[in-house]
């Protein structure tokens, strides 16, 4: 399923300003936020990388930081649990091994969740669909959206929150009412999607662009057909 976006007023999407104040918050991933700045957001199904995948990204890390002599626990605290000495660990790296590091482990993570594992409930359009209206219901109220798509397994989403809106909107809004409403209409149980959403700052112009291409061309990359996914882009 394609859709493209309603009518919308244009919206300037920001990159972050590196002069203001960044709020930072550490779970298992770290999160950075700034109100009225666009970020690239991604949450998955709870089985979308099942252990043997996991194992796999972990090892292609670990070849990575053994050329360099660097420390292996970073691979299983990245590709894992959180080692809890992570930021010592991160620290062991210079910044251009950091940059090197986070996109190699992105572009693994996100190859991974276009090889389509688990159950991929998002598959059938009208739980697709499910997830689309809940992304699109505060657009333009709570935060403004430039496109987004929904994967069998996976959701991706550029979206720019408004004063008093931040993060949690992801979290408590699209996946937990999401999730119940799918659990129910497959009379299924138990978790739907991973809990932490993995989100990235925008820190460019240019990688706006680059994420909208993203976007919209995920669905070729993981050899979708249509119907097998949800795409909406604010129109131009």
């Known amino acids: 399923m394609d859709t493209q976006g309603d009518s919308h007023p244009p919206i300037v999407f920001h990159s972050l300003d590196r002069e203001a104040d960044i709020q930072i918050r550490e779970r298992n991933l770290p999160h950075w936020f700034q109100p009225g700045v666009a970020i690239f957001v991604t949450f998955r199904t709870i089985d979308s990388l099942p252990a043997e995948v996991l194992l796999g990204w972990r090892r292609e890390l670990e070849e990575w930081l053994l050329r360099l002599n660097l420390p292996l626990e970073l691979a299983c605290s990245v590709a894992g649990r959180r080692h809890e000495n992570h930021a010592q660990l991160w620290g062991r790296l210079s910044a251009v091994q950091q940059r090197e590091f986070r996109y190699l482990s992105d572009r693994i993570?996100?190859?991974?969740?276009?090889?389509?594992?688990?159950?991929?409930?998002?598959?059938?359009?009208?739980?697709?669909?499910?997830?689309?209206?809940?992304?699109?219901?505060?657009?333009?109220?709570?935060?403004?959206?430039?496109?987004?798509?929904?994967?069998?397994?996976?959701?991706?989403?550029?979206?720019?929150?408004?004063?008093?809106?931040?993060?949690?909107?992801?979290?408590?809004?699209?996946?937990?009412?999401?999730?119940?409403?799918?659990?129910?209409?497959?009379?299924?149980?138990?978790?739907?999607?991973?809990?932490?959403?993995?989100?990235?700052?925008?820190?460019?112009?240019?990688?706006?662009?680059?994420?909208?291409?993203?976007?919209?061309?995920?669905?070729?990359?993981a050899k979708l057909k249509q119907g097998e996914f949800l795409y909406w882009q604010r129109p131009v």
């Open 109 to 221: 993570f996100h190859r991974c969740l276009d090889e389509c594992h688990g159950e991929c409930l998002m598959r059938q359009p009208q739980l697709a669909d499910i997830v689309g209206h809940a992304i699109r219901l505060f657009d333009a109220q709570r935060y403004d959206l430039d496109r987004f798509v929904v994967m069998p397994n996976h959701v991706h989403a550029l979206v720019q929150f408004r004063a008093g809106f931040d993060l949690q909107v992801v979290g408590q809004g699209w996946m937990r009412y999401t999730a119940r409403v799918i659990n129910q209409r497959s009379e299924r149980r138990g978790e739907l999607w991973q809990p932490e959403p993995f989100d990235h700052i925008i820190r460019s112009s240019q990688q706006v662009e680059y994420l909208q291409h993203y976007i919209a061309d995920n669905p070729d990359k």
